[in-house]
């Protein structure tokens, strides 16, 4: 899974990660049953809060992209 993160953007964070990972999803770079690292692993390897990572995390099983357990 690769996440680019561009402060500099006037997109959020949070929207940046949900974009990123529902396209990886889409075009099959994530697949089906593939366990995705932890929010406060994802938010150290970025160097940000967990917050934002939380907050895509949400959107993602909102909109049926991922599942939480």
């Known amino acids: 899974m690769n996440i680019v ?3 500099s953007l006037e997109t ?3 929207t ?15 697949t089906p049953g593939t366990k995705l690292p932890g929010i ?7 160097r940000i809060s ?5 907050m ?4 993602l099983d909102k909109n049926g992209f991922i599942k939480t357990i």
Do not use: C, D, F
Not at 16 to 30: K, R
Not at 40 to 46: D, G, N, V, Y
């Open 12 to 14: 959020p964070i949070y």
């Open 16 to 30: 940046q990660i949900y974009s990123q990972i529902s396209i990886q999803i889409m075009n099959g770079t994530l």
């Open 56 to 59: 895509a995390w949400e959107e």
């Open 5 to 7: 993160i561009n402060p």
């Open 50 to 54: 967990v917050i934002p990572v939380k």
């Open 40 to 46: 406060r692993q994802i938010a150290t390897e970025l």
